[in-house]
Protein backbone atom coordinates (compact mmCIF):
# COMPACT_ATOMS: atom_id res chain seq x y z
CA UNK A 1 0.00 0.00 0.00
CA UNK A 2 1.51 3.73 -0.92
CA UNK A 3 1.71 5.86 1.64
CA UNK A 4 -0.75 8.03 -0.03
CA UNK A 5 -3.14 5.51 0.27
CA UNK A 6 -2.35 4.78 3.61
CA UNK A 7 -2.88 8.68 4.64
CA UNK A 8 -6.26 8.51 3.13
CA UNK A 9 -7.47 5.29 4.95
CA UNK A 10 -5.95 6.86 8.49
CA UNK A 11 -8.24 9.94 7.42
CA UNK A 12 -11.18 7.74 6.46
CA UNK A 13 -10.81 5.95 9.93
CA UNK A 14 -10.69 9.26 11.74
CA UNK A 15 -13.65 10.75 9.94
CA UNK A 16 -15.78 7.65 10.31
CA UNK A 17 -15.22 7.38 14.32
CA UNK A 18 -15.79 11.12 13.99
CA UNK A 19 -19.31 10.12 12.94
CA UNK A 20 -19.75 7.49 15.06
CA UNK A 21 -19.62 9.38 18.50
CA UNK A 22 -22.42 12.07 17.45
CA UNK A 23 -25.07 9.75 18.93
CA UNK A 24 -27.39 10.14 22.30
CA UNK A 25 -25.87 8.43 25.52
CA UNK A 26 -28.00 6.62 27.60
CA UNK A 27 -29.38 8.75 30.65
CA UNK A 28 -28.29 7.64 34.46
CA UNK A 29 -31.27 8.17 35.82
CA UNK A 30 -31.27 9.16 39.24
CA UNK A 31 -28.07 10.02 38.90
CA UNK A 32 -27.73 12.47 35.78
CA UNK A 33 -28.35 16.30 36.35
CA UNK A 34 -30.32 18.16 34.03
CA UNK A 35 -28.22 20.79 32.23
CA UNK A 36 -31.07 23.60 32.27
CA UNK A 37 -32.81 23.13 35.70
CA UNK A 38 -30.01 21.48 37.29
CA UNK A 39 -32.15 18.60 38.57
CA UNK A 40 -31.34 14.83 39.12
CA UNK A 41 -33.42 13.29 36.00
CA UNK A 42 -35.55 10.40 37.34
CA UNK A 43 -38.24 9.51 35.25
CA UNK A 44 -37.45 7.47 32.27
CA UNK A 45 -40.48 8.06 30.35
CA UNK A 46 -38.79 11.61 30.09
CA UNK A 47 -35.78 12.86 28.88
CA UNK A 48 -33.65 14.61 26.36
CA UNK A 49 -30.22 15.50 24.51
CA UNK A 50 -28.21 17.61 22.72
CA UNK A 51 -24.90 16.66 20.86
CA UNK A 52 -22.51 19.31 20.10
CA UNK A 53 -20.58 19.18 16.60
CA UNK A 54 -17.49 17.73 18.94
CA UNK A 55 -19.65 14.65 19.90
CA UNK A 56 -20.08 16.28 23.59
CA UNK A 57 -23.52 14.67 24.88
CA UNK A 58 -25.82 17.55 27.42
CA UNK A 59 -28.59 15.61 28.76
CA UNK A 60 -31.81 17.25 29.86
CA UNK A 61 -34.97 16.05 31.87
CA UNK A 62 -37.57 17.15 30.06
CA UNK A 63 -37.81 18.35 26.06
CA UNK A 64 -38.70 21.91 27.60
CA UNK A 65 -35.33 22.01 29.25
CA UNK A 66 -33.38 21.35 25.94
CA UNK A 67 -35.47 23.93 24.01
CA UNK A 68 -34.63 26.63 26.70
CA UNK A 69 -31.10 25.69 26.71
CA UNK A 70 -30.76 25.83 23.01
CA UNK A 71 -32.25 29.02 22.87
CA UNK A 72 -30.26 30.37 26.02
CA UNK A 73 -27.45 28.30 26.47
CA UNK A 74 -25.48 27.61 23.68
CA UNK A 75 -24.28 28.53 19.98
CA UNK A 76 -26.48 27.26 18.03
CA UNK A 77 -24.19 26.60 15.52
CA UNK A 78 -22.31 24.16 17.48
CA UNK A 79 -25.72 22.23 17.91
CA UNK A 80 -25.22 18.44 15.68
CA UNK A 81 -28.39 17.27 16.60
CA UNK A 82 -31.64 16.76 19.05
CA UNK A 83 -33.13 14.00 20.56
CA UNK A 84 -35.88 13.03 22.96
CA UNK A 85 -36.79 9.74 24.65
CA UNK A 86 -39.71 7.86 23.34
CA UNK A 87 -42.64 8.32 26.01
CA UNK A 88 -44.29 4.50 25.38
CA UNK A 89 -40.25 3.04 25.02
CA UNK A 90 -38.29 4.29 27.79
CA UNK A 91 -34.21 4.74 26.71
CA UNK A 92 -35.03 4.68 22.93
CA UNK A 93 -34.16 8.06 21.54
CA UNK A 94 -36.21 9.86 18.65
CA UNK A 95 -34.81 12.69 16.19
CA UNK A 96 -36.76 15.84 18.06
CA UNK A 97 -37.16 17.47 15.27
CA UNK A 98 -39.14 14.34 13.73
CA UNK A 99 -41.08 13.34 16.74
CA UNK A 100 -44.52 13.54 17.71
CA UNK A 101 -45.47 15.25 20.22
CA UNK A 102 -48.93 14.89 22.83
CA UNK A 103 -49.92 17.79 25.49
CA UNK A 104 -52.00 16.59 28.07
CA UNK A 105 -52.08 17.00 31.72
CA UNK A 106 -52.84 13.21 32.29
CA UNK A 107 -49.24 12.72 32.08
CA UNK A 108 -47.73 15.92 34.00
CA UNK A 109 -44.05 16.68 33.14
CA UNK A 110 -41.32 17.08 35.54
CA UNK A 111 -41.16 21.01 33.93
CA UNK A 112 -44.84 21.70 33.45
CA UNK A 113 -45.08 21.55 29.72
CA UNK A 114 -46.80 19.06 29.80
CA UNK A 115 -45.62 17.72 26.62
CA UNK A 116 -45.02 13.74 25.96
CA UNK A 117 -42.58 12.74 22.73
CA UNK A 118 -43.38 9.72 20.28
CA UNK A 119 -42.19 7.85 17.14
CA UNK A 120 -45.30 8.06 15.61
CA UNK A 121 -48.94 9.71 16.49
CA UNK A 122 -50.14 5.75 15.50
CA UNK A 123 -48.70 5.61 19.28
CA UNK A 124 -51.10 7.90 20.96
CA UNK A 125 -53.75 4.98 21.40
CA UNK A 126 -50.85 2.76 23.14
CA UNK A 127 -51.33 5.97 26.05
CA UNK A 128 -54.89 5.22 26.96
CA UNK A 129 -56.08 8.59 26.72
CA UNK A 130 -58.81 9.73 29.00
CA UNK A 131 -58.13 13.83 28.94
CA UNK A 132 -57.91 16.22 26.69
CA UNK A 133 -54.77 16.24 24.52
CA UNK A 134 -53.21 18.06 21.79
CA UNK A 135 -50.84 17.05 19.38
CA UNK A 136 -47.66 18.81 18.27
CA UNK A 137 -44.90 19.18 16.03
CA UNK A 138 -41.59 20.61 16.91
CA UNK A 139 -41.87 23.62 16.07
CA UNK A 140 -45.25 23.68 17.75
CA UNK A 141 -43.30 22.64 20.89
CA UNK A 142 -40.46 25.37 20.69
CA UNK A 143 -43.72 28.10 20.30
CA UNK A 144 -44.67 26.99 23.15
CA UNK A 145 -41.85 26.58 25.07
CA UNK A 146 -40.57 30.62 24.15
CA UNK A 147 -44.21 31.85 24.94
CA UNK A 148 -44.56 29.75 28.15
CA UNK A 149 -41.45 29.79 29.40
CA UNK A 150 -38.76 31.73 28.06
CA UNK A 151 -40.98 35.18 27.44
ZN1 LIG B 1 -34.53 20.35 33.39
Known sequence: MSVFRKIILIFLVVVLYGCEIKRPESIRYGIDICN???????????GA????????????D???????????????NKVHSMY?????????FIYAKQAKYIRTLQFPSPM????ISLKSFEDTVKL???NEYETLDWWEVV????DEILQ
Do not use: R
Open 84 to 92: TIDFTSPGN
Open 36 to 46: FCKMTIVDPKW
Open 49 to 60: EIITDKGKVLKF
Open 62 to 76: VVECMISYYYTSIDT
Open 128 to 130: GLK
Open 143 to 146: EKVK
Open 112 to 115: GLNV
